[in-house]
């Protein structure tokens, strides 16, 4: 099943779809007519009111399926994969964030360890074509060989959280080798976009613009040896599972990992000097962050690059998606959502 379209015959179960990611993905599989089991439980970990945005963008599709749960309760996930027998499960549901893991390790043990322990134990029993889950470019710790290659040693991990990301791919491997689950780890490097999560700098940035309140930059104010990151567009992502969907891993033990980055690093400068610049073109005024620059935190990375050539050699895709093209996506959309232009005219009246 190499590179072929998407099985609109198949049933889907996506998890953390109302999350950012699984959002658009789910969306993208609905649009083109394939039948998606989404579950998530909806936590608070940001803004529930965005979660619950997503899913009423889902809840049109008829063949679209909702299921509030927690993949950390084995028997409910046992018992949704009797019922719903998929073929494709996409897990995208975990906690996520780098700084949240030094605050409250426990969900991140409970949500991306015990929970995925849970949905590889349903691949067993229910077997699958293909199980995708979610990694992440953290994976990579402070590596210094650029760029970030599949192959390079990620055994010394600097958050919690990456950890958690290393153990699932580790999991993944034994469970393919031992049960024949063909199986694609996806390490994402920093996604963003309209509907993305407020938990991430740019959002964070922006949020802070329209309160009145300063940004705080942690990368010692060091323009010089500013931090670098591979941002990836959501569409960009969602590009790459689809194309890696169809593509079941080959060879004795069925599973892979892949890259989906931009192969691009931006200095985090450049990347707040262009978030002013879509705001400013958003708003039509001139938008300049008062900022106070800090310390590098606990656990973040100086930089990340992806390699995507195991991607295109796989799939004939790699992420194109310039950051002022996505930001400005991003910056439209949040003026929209949250009605600013509006309350701008209001407070010049
Ligand atoms: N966004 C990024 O930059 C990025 C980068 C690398 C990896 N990832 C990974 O990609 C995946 C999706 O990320 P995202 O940015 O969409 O995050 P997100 O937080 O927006 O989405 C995750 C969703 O999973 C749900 N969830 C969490 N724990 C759950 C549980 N125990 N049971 C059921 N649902 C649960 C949450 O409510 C949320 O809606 C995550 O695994 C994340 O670690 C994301």
Redesign the pocket.
């Not at 109302?18 to 699984?22: L, N, Q, S, W």
């Not at 579950?39 to 936590?43: L, T």
């Not at 995208?92 to 996520?96: D, K, M, T, W």
């Given at each position: 099943m190499n590179n072929q379209n998407l099985n609109t015959n198949n049933v889907y179960f996506v998890?953390?779809v109302?999350?950012?990611?699984?959002f658009y993905l789910s969306r993208r599989l609905l649009e083109q007519g394939c039948k998606v089991i989404g579950?998530?439980?909806?936590?608070d970990?940001y803004d529930v009111k965005l979660?619950h945005t997503r899913l009423e963008g889902l809840e049109p599709y008829e063949n679209f399926t909702f299921v509030k749960?927690?993949?950390?309760d084995k028997s409910v996930i046992d018992d949704l994969f009797a019922q719903y027998r998929p073929n494709v499960v996409v897990n995208?549901?975990?906690?996520?964030g780098v700084r949240y893991s030094i605050e409250n390790p426990d969900v991140y043990m409970?949500?991306n360890v015990i929970?995925f322990y849970n949905i590889l134990e349903a691949c067993r029993h229910y077997p699958v074509d293909h199980l995708i889950y979610?990694s992440?470019?953290s994976v990579y710790g402070a590596n210094k060989k650029v760029p970030f290659e599949e192959t390079d040693f990620v055994d010394h991990p600097v958050s919690l959280y990456a950890s958690t990301k290393k153990t699932n791919e580790l999991m993944a491997h034994t469970y393919s080798h031992l049960y024949k689950i063909p199986a694609t780890g996806l390490r994402?490097f920093?996604?963003y976009g309209p509907m993305g999560?407020p938990d991430m700098a740019y959002f964070g940035f922006t949020d802070k613009y329209f309160k009145g309140e300063p940004i705080k930059i942690f990368n010692n104010g060091d323009f010089e040896n500013d931090l670098y990151r591979d941002f990836t567009y959501i569409a960009d992502i969602v590009e790459g599972i689809v194309k890696l969907i169809p593509r079941t891993p080959i060879g004795a033990v069925q599973h892979e990992v892949f890259n989906i980055g931009n192969n691009n690093p931006e200095k985090l400068m450049h990347f707040i000097t262009s978030l002013e610049k879509a705001l400013s073109n958003a708003l039509g005024k001139e938008v300049n962050f008062d900022k106070v620059f800090e310390p590098i935190k606990p656990g973040d990375v100086p930089r990340t690059f992806a390699s995507t050539e195991r991607l295109y050699q796989a799939v004939g895709f790699k992420p194109e998606t310039t950051i002022e093209e996505g930001l400005q996506q991003f910056a439209d959309w949040y003026v929209q959502y949250y009605n600013l232009l509006e309350k701008e005219e209001v407070a010049g009246n």
């Open positions: 998890t953390g109302a999350g950012f990611i699984g579950i998530d439980n909806v936590n970990y979660k749960a927690d993949i950390s995208l549901a975990a906690q996520a409970q949500s929970g979610a992440s470019s994402f920093t996604v999560r």
